[in-house]
């Protein structure tokens, strides 16, 4: 009896892990571009909910300066722009501690 061994496939080199050489010929320099726009697109969420919190902040700050010295119209607009300020408050918040638990996560796993 002869045993057939058609079903095993040969093992291919990888190559070296650090090399810049391989890294190069793996098209890595493509997906660094990719990484980049996307730590880019990353970078501009928390950019935009940051400077969110500063103009709505800053919106309620000067109606509250207004309505001190008399000069608020509309009461009811006061409250309304607290509400916008603790509401992108609460989002930027959930993005960091969302961010924190990936990171942490990333952490953890073994490679």
Known sequence: MEMETAFITPMTRWGNIGSIGNMRDMGVQEDKK????QVALFS????TAINQVKETQA????????????QLDDAHS???AETKAEFTLDVLLTLRNKTLEAYNDL???NI
């Not at 990719?34 to 726009?37: E, I, K, T, V």
């Not at 501009?44 to 950019?47: G, P, Y």
């Not at 919106?59 to 509250?64: A, L, N, S, T």
Request: overall charge negative; charged content about 25%.
């Open 34 to 37: 990719q990484q980049n726009s």
């Open 44 to 47: 501009d969420v928390f950019k």
């Open 59 to 70: 919106d309620v700050e000067e109606k509250q300066y207004l309505l001190m010295t008399g």
């Open 78 to 80: 006061l409250p309304i």
């Open 107 to 109: 952490i953890k796993i």
